[in-house]
């Protein structure tokens, strides 16, 4: 069964950083691109940016520049540092496999509250 732990989530003002961590029990890692996604309250979850094990790595516009996704083969974990924030990137964030539609393949974990705010 998969199972995915989010952490590294806090209340940060405009302008700090966090880092977050994931890690996926299973074969994901080995099957599957590993996908960083949020949800802010009353919007619909998305797609932040994704990482293969070949080192390949996709943004969503609105974070280009200023996040970075990285991964961990050995330890099945992929990471996001996020770098100055900004209050709209407030949501909960979650890590899971992404397949060739770009949809989650996994069952969602308890994901990690980033708060920027002043």
């Known amino acids: 069964q998969v199972q995915l732990v989010e952490s590294g989530g806090g209340l940060v003002q405009p302008g700090g950083s966090l880092r977050l961590s994931c890690v996926a029990s299973g074969s994901i890692f080995k099957h599957y691109v590993m996908g960083w996604y949020r949800q802010a309250p009353g919007n619909q979850r998305e797609l932040v940016a994704t990482?293969?094990?070949?080192?390949?790595?996709i943004y969503l516009d609105s974070v280009k520049g200023r996040f970075a996704i990285s991964g961990d083969n050995a330890k099945n974990t992929v990471y996001l540092q996020m770098n100055n924030l900004k209050p709209e990137d407030t949501a909960v964030y979650y890590c899971n496999g992404v397949d060739a539609r770009a949809i989650a393949v996994a069952s969602w974990g308890q994901g990690t509250q980033v708060t920027v705010s002043s």
């Open positions: 990482w293969s094990t070949g080192g390949t790595t």
